[in-house]
Nanobody, 109 residues
């Protein structure tokens, strides 16, 4: 069973940046899918970035041009720039069918 440990969340002003990390106990490239999701308080979890094995990264329209997804064998990263208050959410990494524990990102206006 792959285990995922997230870090990097916090409080930041609008226009600022954060980098989220998701350390995996197994090689992420051995799984069919990997990526990031977020869940604002009281709302549904939504896709932020996803990559299919052998394919390219897909980003939600709301974060294109601001967020960057990357991955190495045992870590996923999400670089978040030009943050907006509407980016406030709990962010989750996902590898295959396994979720990270979530990390809170709060963007103040």
């Amino acid at each position: 069973q792959v285990q995922l440990v997230e870090s990097g969340g916090g409080l930041v002003q609008a226009g600022g940046s954060l980098r989220l990390s998701c350390v995996s106990s197994q090689n992420v490239f051995s799984f069919n899918t990997m990526g990031w999701y977020r869940q604002p308080s009281g709302k549904q979890r939504e896709l932020v970035a996803n990559q299919i094995r052998g394919g390219s990264t897909m980003l939600a329209d709301s974060v294109k041009g601001r967020f960057t997804f990357s991955a190495i064998a045992n870590k996923l990263s999400l670089q978040m720039d030009s943050l907006k208050p509407e980016d406030t959410a709990v962010y989750y990494c996902k590898v295959g069918d396994v979720w990270g524990q979530g990390t809170q990102v709060t963007v103040s206006s």
